[in-house]
């Protein structure tokens, strides 16, 4: 093969801290598959991979159960990563998820040693504060359930940098909530609607009470959630003029760019593939954050 | 393994993509420049352009299904003059032969975008999708022979690059249509595209966005075998067979079946590099069989 002239080289629409990922389909062996709260967390150590940035996501699949005992799952489903070490065996990879369907049932079972098949990082991460205001002085992060976990990794990423950041995290009720360990050493307040834990009512009456101070204008809000939850979170911070990123999820077949499947409206007519173009995405991109087929597990 | 003569066109191994299964350019945003070093494919068939651009059908756009996937994508593109211009250049760094799969509602668009895409020296062949309607008979070209002929008799004289002709599988003689086509001048046939399908949600509504799609995945391998097996014993120009391949003795199967090169489609979406492993999987078992 000839010299390369590649979209990166020509200095195009490259996002330069969007870590590449190995090309094709890899084993990581699981080491860690542990009970937090309603939800699992699930870690395995990926021997060649590189470390993500927060907000990319993994295509994963299980070695063994995927299409086989039953009719579904028969696609990879996508991820974010939670947390993720170097370590001397490779890159501990964390997942959060809940058993809601056949894809996250089979995941749900993987005990250590088994095979976690994996595509990835992929994806854009977040950005850092100052790339959304020139002025912000911290970042707030609003987490809606199972949503909390890639900004589990961005809180560490903005904590390790020196950068001030305050944690929203929201839950329905007590069986769906968990992940809370992803937010040691946090500073984390809470809402959960049956009123368990926190504030009884939204995630996003906190941020609106946050967004009332002094300091709104010189924060940044990074937000994932149930579909609701950021179209609440996208609607408040047009309004005050805060400037924010949303992590997303779209149904998506390859998450590489290659079905068209996760097609997201833009604002300005058309549609972005949110594998690609996304999962985080600047909020006043998008028209409205409530994803159709979201529904289906 | 050794090469494959497609319609005059040398492929190193007899494994390609389907259009509108591997997007080259997105996914060196994902994986860099290994998508080069360490290309799947021996040729690369484009996702479908047409005349227009279009932003493709609204979401949701996937089912899962068992073994298998319904698509409803609406072949959003940038149409002919902002894929010439963006795409093509981009597409020309892969280091393969590149076939560019074409749609128009109109023989005259179709002549069009045919003799825009054949005069560029990127392109190898040309793929005709022809699973739409003629805005003028209301008839879906694929579906009738003689709107194939009629089509096919219409491109012929306009690029002496290699025609090929994507076949449907929701007709009842696909042959037909291959000897239709072969008969008016085209190269090569690839076939199956993906079958109808309507999913519907929980609730009983249809689930897509576009109301229907179109079903892919092993649950079609089968199906395919059949009809590359029909058709190959109709035609004798080269077949371009696919259809669920997972595996290179799934390609092996095609390949016995009649098709000369074979194309691998979803299997692609559960692994980018799924190809590359197809490959290796069908030169290993043709060295196993001696």
């Known amino acids: 093969m000839g010299a390369r002239r590649g979209p990166a080289s020509r200095g195009r629409s490259f996002v330069p801290e969007r870590v590449l990922a190995p090309f094709g389909r890899r084993r990581s062996e699981v080491v860690a598959n542990e009970v937090s709260g309603g939800y699992r967390i699930v870690s395995s150590v990926d021997p060649s991979g590189p470390v993500p940035a927060a907000g990319q996501f993994y295509m994963l699949t299980c070695e063994r159960g995927w299409g086989g005992g039953g009719e579904r799952p028969f696609l990879p489903r996508a991820f974010s990563v939670a947390d993720a070490v170097a370590g001397p065996e490779g890159v501990r990879l964390s997942f959060l998820l809940e058993d809601v369907g056949p894809g996250t049932h089979e995941l749900a079972r993987l005990g250590r040693g088994d095979g976690l098949l994996l595509t990835g990082p992929l994806g854009s991460p977040f950005s850092m504060p100052r790339e959304l205001n020139r002025d912000a002085a911290g970042a707030i992060l609003v987490g809606g359930g199972i949503g909390l976990a890639p900004l589990a990794l961005w809180r560490r990423t903005l904590a390790e940098r020196g950068l001030p950041e305050r944690s929203l995290l929201g839950f329905r009720d007590r069986a769906h909530s968990g992940g809370m360990e992803l937010f040691r050493c946090s500073e984390v307040r809470l809402a959960s609607e049956d009123g368990h834990a926190g504030h009884r009512g939204y995630v996003t009456d906190l941020l609106n009470v946050m967004l009332e101070g002094d300091d709104a204008r010189s924060s940044v809000v990074y937000a994932c959630g149930p579909p609701p939850m950021l179209e609440a979170v996208r609607a408040l911070c047009a309004e005050r003029e805060v400037e924010a990123e949303l992590a997303m999820e779209s149904p998506m077949a390859c998450g590489y760019g290659a079905c068209f499947g996760c097609a997201m409206p833009l604002r300005d007519g058309g549609y972005m593939r949110l594998c690609v173009d996304g999962p985080v995405v600047r909020a006043s991109a998008v028209e409205t954050a409530l994803v159709a087929g979201a529904g289906h597990r | 393994m050794s090469s494959v003569d497609l319609c005059g066109i040398e492929l190193a191994h007899p494994i390609i993509n389907a259009s509108g299964t591997f997007d080259a350019i997105a996914a060196r945003r994902a994986f860099g420049d290994a998508v080069l070093d360490e290309f799947p494919f021996s040729a690369y068939v484009s996702k479908t352009i047409t005349p227009e651009p279009r932003v493709g059908n609204a979401p949701p756009r996937l089912w899962e299904e068992a073994a298998a996937m319904v698509n409803s994508i609406g072949l959003p593109n940038k149409g002919a003059t902002g894929f010439l211009a963006d795409d093509l250049p981009q597409l020309a760094e892969l280091p393969v032969p590149l076939i560019v799969s074409v749609m128009a509602t109109s023989s005259e668009g179709f002549a069009e975008l045919v003799s825009a895409v054949a005069e ?171």
Do not use: Y
């Open chain 2, 120 to 290: 560029r020296e990127e392109v190898s062949a040309i793929e005709l999708n022809v699973s739409c309607p003629n805005v003028h008979s209301g008839l879906i070209v694929g579906e009738q022979p003689s709107e194939t002929t009629a089509l096919l008799g219409s491109l012929r004289p306009l690029t002496g690059k290699p025609l090929i002709v994507k076949l449907t599988p929701n007709i009842a003689d696909p042959a037909s249509i291959a000897v239709a086509a072969e008969a008016a001048g085209a190269d090569s046939v690839s076939l199956i595209n993906t079958l109808k399908a309507a999913p519907l949600s929980p609730g009983g509504e249809p689930w897509l966005g576009a109301g229907s799609g179109g079903l892919s995945g092993p649950a079609v391998r089968t199906i395919a075998l059949r009809q590359v097996a029909d058709v190959a014993a109709a035609v004798s120009i080269p077949i371009i067979g696919m259809g669920g391949v997972e595996s290179g003795s799934h390609a092996r199967d095609l390949l016995a079946a009649g098709a000369r090169v074979v194309a691998v489609g979803t299997a692609s979406f559960r692994d980018p590099a799924a190809g590359t492993r197809i490959r290796a999987e069908l030169v290993d078992g043709v060295a196993a069989l001696g």
